[in-house]
């Protein structure tokens, strides 16, 4: 079985309204800690992060621990955003219709088909081995929509507020056999740009 442990990042610094350059807080960083206790007694043979600075950060001190470097897949970035588009409204919106997207943002079904294709890349390329993955809220989430298209704006909006938070995938090939949550820490979302 390939087993991927994919990491939602800890507690960003909404203050930053780059996206791609957005730090964690003191107590998102603090919170890294958590992951890697969480990780600790797993045996862990490949990292890779999306490229954006706070998912890169949360699994950074759980990969030096394991040994490894962790690689960057700039598919598996969170959805490109547009202005005031992170709110119970275009959350719903976009969960009811995967094509639809603010005039400046990026519709569910892009994030999807991206994070999937990268998904499917690990799989081929580390089968049989444990994976830990840096990702996003959204990015996650349409994620687990592909395996479960019953996963919709309620489960999102259930997880919107882990950071960080763990999620095993386990698979036989690319099928998803297993599904176990590791680590959940409540932090409250509020708001920013992207997540």
């Known amino acids: 079985m390939t ?14 309204t780059n996206a791609e350059l957005r730090p964690l807080t003191e107590e998102g960083q603090s919170d890294t800690l958590k992951v890697v206790e969480a990780m600790r007694n797993i045996h862990l043979d490949f990292a890779i992060s999306s490229p954006y600075k706070r998912s890169f950060d949360t699994i950074k001190q759980t990969a030096d621990e394991h040994g490894l470097t962790i690689a960057i897949d700039e598919r598996l970035h969170e959805r490109i955003s547009g202005v005031n588009s992170n709110n119970s409204d275009m959350f719903r919106k976009r969960w009811a219709d995967l094509d639809f997207c ?4 990026e519709c569910l079904r892009s994030v999807m088909d991206r994070n999937i294709a990268a998904l499917c890349d690990i799989l081929d390329a580390h089968k049989n081995e444990n994976v830990m993955v ?10 687990l929509h592909y395996y479960d298209n019953s996963f919709g704006a309620e489960d999102f909006l259930r997880i919107i507020d882990f950071m960080p938070y763990i999620i095993r995938l386990g698979f036989d090939g690319r099928e998803l056999v297993e599904k176990e949550e590791i680590l959940i820490v409540k932090k ?8």
Request: with cysteine; glycine share 14%.
């Open 3 to 16: 087993n991927i442990y994919f990491v939602r990042h800890a507690q960003p610094d909404y203050s930053c």
């Open 102 to 105: 603010e005039s400046d943002g």
């Open 134 to 143: 840096g990702t996003h809220g959204t990015a996650l989430s349409t994620i």
């Open 188 to 195: 409250e979302f509020k708001g920013g740009s992207n997540h």
